[in-house]
């Protein structure tokens, strides 16, 4: 499965020594990626600020997220990790509420994933996956459902941003 952070959950595991530090964990976006080498944490990760220049900010409730509002209009939200305070993902809204994009950051402040959403009914459209150097090296394509969207492509794409090869599903 996909998740941003497999090298921050590595590192606990190895100081833990639940795993021996000598084990490589690699998964399958890593792979896709072309990073086959295991990644580590940096000592530094990037940090993003709450307050930005141009927008009104406005905490949700309890939670580590923010509204951002440019002259009365919600822009996009933000969310923060509880614990370390860095940045989670964005979400864009259009002028009518609607969902349009999420963007989805790892541990170390790169962008990994944006999802694209059908304005209309909410779901999933579109993903793409992000290396550290920013190319987009995996695009899902979904079709909508009565409820939820299903996978309907997936396009591999190679360092050259060429189409490497295209899957029917996972």
Request: aromatic fraction near 14%; hydrophobic fraction near 30%.
């Amino acid at each position: 499965n996909y998740n941003p952070d497999y090298p921050l959950i590595r590192d606990r595991l190895a100081k833990a020594n639940v795993i021996d530090k000598g084990i490589t964990v690699l998964n399958m976006y890593d792979y896709l990626s072309g990073d086959t080498k295991e990644t580590h944490m940096l000592a530094n990760p990037k940090l993003i600020s709450i307050a930005e220049a141009g927008y009104t900010v406005e905490k949700i409730g309890n939670k580590s997220s923010y509204r951002y509002f440019d002259n009365g209009l919600l822009i996009k939200s933000k969310s923060f990790d509880p614990i370390s305070g860095k940045l989670k993902s964005i979400d864009y809204f259009n002028s009518q509420l609607n969902k349009t994009a999420r963007e989805e950051y790892d541990y170390q402040g790169i962008k990994r994933r944006v999802t694209y959403f059908d304005h209309v009914v909410g779901q999933k459209k579109q993903e793409l996956y992000f290396d550290e150097a920013g190319r987009c090296y995996l695009t899902k394509w979904f079709t909508l459902g009565d409820k939820t969207s299903s996978l309907e492509k997936i396009y591999w794409f190679d360092e050259n941003k060429r189409l490497k090869q295209m899957f029917a599903n996972d």
